[in-house]
């Protein structure tokens, strides 16, 4: 079912729009469970680790993923694994240690705390299971994920020539149309489910770059040349830190929640160098070495749409017996049949502007059967690393790199 956070009180859920206003003064948080602190760990390993494997297939791309979403998706589908393939995608998601239930219930109440966390940003997660119609699908796998996931549960005839059609539009409607498509017609004959995760993102700064400060401006490729870019700028009290390895802001939105984590590698650092270096300890120093400062911050206005293909970089995190026809086991799914991943599909969209941030991800699992003190000025004219994450659990919603524009 598809979830919005434009609460008006903590958890309590509203119909959507675009308004992402809310009370001026912030709620209190309730406390975070150990399962939610795990998963949210857990989600940032496996963040950071999808971002390298990606990256360095494609290091002088722009990248944008959303490792809430990636992990939403395969959390649905653990549900139907057994034997090897569920000890692989365990592995992969950096799910060691916890329970199939542990699993489950912390996916669920770290949705409804993220879905609740600051009303002046909204945030939409919607789940969705798309069977062929006439394929038999165990009870407990619908029920699971009906249960922790709030999936949305439909059984429709993939041999309809409008099929697709009626699975992207759900897809470009829990997008708010930034994503109008995942899957691609016609669906093949072998393929018999989709499990969907959509994520929906839009705040505005809590300091806002007043778009008559922008200018003309040039941005630095990676491969040297020179982009015309309008670049913002803005001048306050900033998060900020730096070493040898990077600069670093962390720029909120609405009840400084929900931020955005911009990573400059420091001049003579390569992007590739500070790739290298990121993982959920060196995140977390860098979050925890923030001080507030007065910056005048110079950061170009973009958007990016992205789409991969995430079968190979999954299998080489531990997933290989997932994607193996005759060696996966979804028996969970269907005792009766050999299923297998056919594919992991990931599209984005990310636009940064004056305004704030307005982002989207979908995952796409196809089964098939066989973030006196002086000015620093930090300009943001080369390659960086950004990071869109919740303050308080650690959770990451998006990472990227731009490398062009």
Sequence with gaps: MFRCILLLLPLFILSCSDDTTGPETPTPLRPISSGELALARANSAFGFSLFTSVTDATPEENVFLSPLSVMMALGMTVNGAAGETWTGMRQALHFEGMTQEEINQSCHDIM??????DPQVRLDIANSIWSRAGYAVEE???????????????????????????????????????????VAAPIPDWVVM????????????????????TRDDSFIAIDGSSRPVKMMQRTGSTRYTQDDLVEMVDLPYGWDRYSMAVLLPREGVSLAELRKKLSTEQWDAWVKALKERDVALQLPRFTLEYEVGLNDVLASMGMEA????????????????ELFISAVRHKTFVQVNEEGTEAAAVTSVEIGVTSVPSV??????????????????GAILFIGQLTDI
């Design 376 to 393: 620093t000025v930090m300009r943001v004219d080369r390659p960086f690393v950004f990071v869109i994450h919740e303050r308080n659990t």
């Design 140 to 182: 407990d796998f619908i029920e699971t994920n009906r249960r922790y996931f709030d999936a949305d549960i439909e059984s429709l005839d993939f041999d309809r020539a409008d099929a697709a059609g009626i699975i992207n539009a759900w897809v470009s409607r829990m997008t708010q149309g930034r994503i109008p498509e995942i």
């Design 194 to 213: 989709y499990i969907i995760n959509a994520v929906y993102f839009k705040g505005t700064w809590t300091q806002e770059f007043d778009p008559s400060d």
């Design 112 to 117: 409804e705390l993220l879905l609740g966390m």
């Design 322 to 337: 997932a994607f193996a026809p005759g060696r996966a086991d979804f028996s969970g799914i269907n005792p009766e049949n």
